[in-house]
């Protein structure tokens, strides 16, 4: 008899289980697709920022002070119907999403959070074949490297 006094009981803890499940109120780290722990590098997380309109590319999100960043990619298909992707991302604690540079940074090194919006368009230059002379391309080999050093050795058992 005891068990059949216990079975309507079970019965109603499995049913109202998920019910009872405890919610955060903050919940947007996984709103933005962030890691769960990102509330411990930044405890407010605003959800304002938006892709729409933005060409491809990486932006800074000033709304949060730059510790977040978003990769914004517009897609229009065969149909012609346009649609923008964001992924979002923290830089590490005490680091900062430098702008110019594209790459969390300490904040001490980087450009003005506020400025950010201004090197906006340095995203422009995604995918174009321009190199700039100044620029040294380190992947190179250099000429004076002897060619022992850049032979191929046939694996050997």
């Known amino acids: 008899m005891k068990f059949l006094s216990v079975v309507p009981i079970v019965f109603c803890v499995v049913q109202c289980a998920p019910k009872l499940r405890i919610v955060p109120s903050q919940t947007p780290p996984q709103l933005l697709t962030l890691p769960s722990n990102a509330t411990t590098i930044r405890l407010d997380i605003s ?22 960043f978003h990769v914004c990619l517009p897609i229009t298909y065969s149909d012609g119907r346009n649609q923008t992707f964001r992924w979002s991302f923290i830089c590490p604690e ?52 002897p060619q022992v050093l850049t032979r191929r050795i046939p694996y050997k058992n």
């Open 47 to 68: 959800d304002s920022f938006s892709c729409e309109g933005r060409s491809y590319g990486y932006y800074a999100d000033v709304d949060n002070d730059c510790q977040l």
């Open 94 to 145: 005490d680091t900062v999403f430098n702008q110019e540079i594209f790459t969390c940074t300490r904040s001490d090194e980087a450009i003005d959070c506020a400025d950010s919006p201004r090197y906006y368009g340095l995203n422009t230059n995604f995918g174009s074949e321009e190199v700039d002379a100044d620029i040294d391309d380190s992947t190179s080999v250099p000429a004076e490297v």
